[in-house]
């Protein structure tokens, strides 16, 4: 397949372990914050979402956790599986009805 | 099912040519977003549009045009003073976010169209 990037941070991660990915963003005003999970030659597919008046959300086999103090995001995949060999997107809101993307992950599960 | 379809999924373009990126929908949301990818980046905003015959520039508008003239559609136009055409058009739609984080929900996206250069 193409690749959707060339240069971007990647992650190996040996198939069954846990992983973490992490995004920083600047605007305090963010309030609403989205993961998206990115394969080759497709468009991103909605993975989880979190508001900012939580600080952790869990959903199957993912959690996202929120620190709004240092304007932190990460994602959690438990149990890796080469299923989720993918780029991801960190996402949020801030002013209007548009979103700023992170530049995103690579993620390599290792078999 | 419902979704979000981009046709073509490969388009090439000749010098001084204006081309048309289709995006159609049918999860009656209002908002919808066309976004460009270059390879190692993430993603940028051309134009949005959060209710019909209305539009607004997005990061990188410049080159770029668009129209909404019914709330399923949002075509993307790359006319020929888009000096550096050559990317993945990723096109989006969501239900408008109003104020109050209860309404927010995620974009849902299209499977994108590559365009390149003859």
């Known amino acids: 397949g193409e690749s959707v990037g060339l240069h971007l941070p990647t992650l190996s991660v040996q198939e069954g372990d846990n992983s973490i990915i992490n995004c920083a963003y600047s605007?305090?005003?963010?309030?609403?914050f989205i993961w998206y999970k990115q394969e080759s030659g497709k468009g991103p597919q909605f993975i989880i979402d979190?508001?900012?008046?939580?600080d952790k959300r869990q959903g199957q086999r993912v959690t996202v956790l929120l620190n709004k103090t240092v304007k932190h995001l990460s994602l959690q995949i438990a149990a890796t599986q080469p299923g989720d060999s993918a780029v991801y997107f960190c996402?949020?809101?801030?002013?209007?009805?548009?979103?700023?993307f992170g530049g995103g992950t690579r993620v390599l599960v290792k078999p | 099912d419902g979704g979000i379809t981009q046709s073509p999924k490969y388009l090439f373009r000749k010098e001084g040519q204006n081309v048309t990126l289709s995006c159609e929908q049918n999860?009656?949301?209002?908002?919808m977003y066309w976004y460009r990818q270059d390879p190692g980046q993430g993603l940028r905003l051309i134009y949005y549009?959060?209710?019909?015959?209305?539009?607004q520039k997005g990061d990188i508008a410049e080159g770029y045009s668009v129209s909404r003239e019914k709330k399923e559609s949002f075509p993307l136009t790359v006319t020929s003073a888009q000096k550096n055409p050559t990317a993945f058009y990723l096109c989006?739609?969501?239900?408008?976010?109003?104020?109050?984080?209860?309404?927010?929900?995620?974009?849902?996206f299209g499977d994108g169209t590559r365009l390149s250069i003859l």
């Open positions: 605007n305090s005003a963010s309030d609403y």
């Open positions: 989006a739609s969501s239900i408008m976010w109003n104020a109050g984080q209860s309404s927010n929900q995620p974009q849902h």
């Open positions: 996402a949020f809101k801030a002013a209007g009805n548009k979103l700023t």
């Open positions: 979190i508001r900012s008046n939580m």
């Open positions: 549009s959060q209710i019909v015959n209305d539009f």
């Open positions: 999860l009656n949301h209002d908002a």
